[in-house]
């Protein structure tokens, strides 16, 4: 029987450790943090829990791996959506874009994205100074794009523009929580959620935007 080529393992080890990526995606993502175990890990993996700490020193070094893969998934569509936008394109129409594509990738991507989402705030202290090291460099694209908004005369001067990310954010990471695809498609989610964006930034003094044709989400509470 011919032996394995090097490159046969590898490829073996690659695949075996992109199911335990999945396998803590998918979980982290529900569970969060301090709900994920390692031996949950290696069951919905289909493998033995020794199996996992070959490839993951911790439970801590697998999540962190994770929410890294989350964060670099999310920026990586912004930055490909924003580059699509027309040379014409207007400050606001970036900002919406880019939200957009974020929501995107929480919605699409879930297990990753929603993971990386769902721990912050709850990281151990040196995972968490490592991940705002790495989302230095990204935040200050949203910082831009808030601030050319600005400039352009596009978003209100009245908003703290601090705040108008964070809220951005907000909505934008909980739509997990409530979101169903039988109930809304993603494509009409995502073009409600830039309308709405739209319509807040723009503020008061800002022309009435054309009527939305958009059918509806979802449908009103009950009394």
């Known amino acids: 029987m011919a032996k394995a080529s090097s490159g046969d393992r590898e490829r073996k080890s690659d695949r075996t450790r992109r199911r335990i990526l999945d396998a803590a995606a998918e979980l982290v993502s529900r569970k969060g943090f301090d709900g994920t175990r390692i031996s949950e890990v290696a069951t919905l993996a289909q493998l033995r829990v020794p199996a996992v700490y070959y490839y993951f020193e911790s439970r801590e070094a697998l999540i962190e791996e994770v929410v890294n893969i989350g964060d670099r998934m999310a920026i990586d569509n912004v930055r490909t959506r924003l580059a699509e936008l027309p040379t014409d394109a207007t400050a606001m129409d970036r900002i919406c874009a880019a939200f957009a594509a974020h929501l995107e990738m929480v919605l699409k991507e879930s297990s990753y ?8 705030g709850r990281l151990p202290e040196d995972i968490r100074a490592r991940q705002l090291d790495n989302q230095r460099e ?41 979101w169903d695809p039988d109930r ?34 979802f449908s009103a509470p009950p009394d």
Do not use: C, Y
């Open 113 to 120: 994205t929603a993971a990386a989402m769902h721990t912050l």
């Open 138 to 178: 990204t935040g200050q694209l949203w910082r831009d794009l808030i601030q050319a908004g600005v400039e352009a005369g596009e978003v209100d001067s009245d908003l703290d523009p601090r705040a108008t990310r964070m809220f951005l954010f907000g909505a934008v990471n909980w739509a997990t929580e409530w």
């Open 184 to 217: 809304g498609s993603l494509d009409e989610t995502i073009e409600t959620f830039k309308h709405l964006t739209r319509n807040a930034l723009s503020g008061p003094r800002a022309a009435p935007s054309a009527p939305s044709t958009l059918a509806p989400v």
